[in-house]
């Protein structure tokens, strides 16, 4: 699974689309909830208050499938930068790992061109 170039880039593609997807939604949402206050008033919840909790359980269920993803993406790139081997013998691996712990999604991205992709490239080319 580790070799695999459809989980590389699932795991280093979909933490980034995830959050332009949200901010995308996010957007929405507020432009439907600025839409409907036009007349100045935001008491629009006349209707049944259990559709209103479904909407609210369908986005923490989102938000659990996020972090989910972007756990399974940190450890995913953590497993396969200790397994790398052009990582062993320098100080390059306690950095990928650190990239990854701190710019969790942009890092997985980059390791996934960088060290992947491109090394790919040139196993290929010769």
């Excluded at 995830?18 to 507020?30: P, R």
Aim: with cysteine.
């Amino acid at each position: 699974m580790i070799q695999s170039k459809f989980w590389q880039a699932f795991f280093a593609l979909a933490p980034i689309i995830i959050l332009f997807g949200f901010i995308i939604c996010y957007l929405l949402f507020l432009m439907a909830i600025f839409s409907n206050a036009a007349d100045g008033g935001f008491d629009h919840y006349e209707d049944d208050p259990f559709a209103m909790m479904g909407g609210i359980t369908a986005f923490f269920l989102f938000i659990i499938f996020v972090i989910l993803i972007s756990l399974g993406s940190l450890i995913f790139y953590i497993v396969h930068a200790v397994q790398n081997p052009n990582l062993r013998g320098n100080n390059l691996l306690l950095v990928w790992i650190l990239l990854f712990i701190f710019a969790n999604g942009i890092g997985q991205m980059i390791y996934w061109l960088v060290e992947i992709v491109s090394k790919r490239n040139k196993l290929e080319a010769t």
